[in-house]
């Protein structure tokens, strides 16, 4: 399987099949802290990936609105 990994963006192949949490481990990447994405497909940790997958794994990334003003609005 071909695994997109972002930022920094690096391409790593694997053979075989494994659920994503054991692909996560294998990877040195904490679970909570990405996206798994095979194709249009989010999956969860339980979800399987084997050979002739492309899957895509994307940091998790949050806002707050540090736009806002105090008394105004956005």
Same mark, same amino acid.
Do not use: F, H, Q, Y
């Given at each position: 399987?071909?695994?997109? %990994?972002?930022?920094?963006?690096? *391409?790593? *192949?694997?053979? !075989?099949?494994?659920?994503?949490?054991?692909?996560?481990?294998?990877?040195?990447? %904490?679970?909570?802290?990405?996206l798994?994405?095979?194709?249009?497909?989010?999956?969860?940790?339980?979800?399987?990936?084997?050979?002739?997958? !492309?899957v *895509?794994?994307?940091?998790?990334?949050?806002? !707050?609105?540090?736009?806002?003003?105090?008394?105004?609005?956005?």
């Amino acid at each position: 399987m071909k695994i997109i %990994l972002r930022n920094p963006r690096r *391409e790593v *192949e694997l053979t !075989g099949r494994r659920r994503v949490k054991e692909l996560l481990v294998e990877l040195d990447i %904490l679970a909570g802290t990405v996206l798994v994405i095979r194709g249009d497909e989010l999956l969860t940790s339980d979800s399987v990936v084997g050979d002739g997958d !492309g899957v *895509e794994v994307r940091p998790v990334m949050s806002g !707050g609105s540090a736009g806002l003003v105090s008394g105004g609005t956005l």
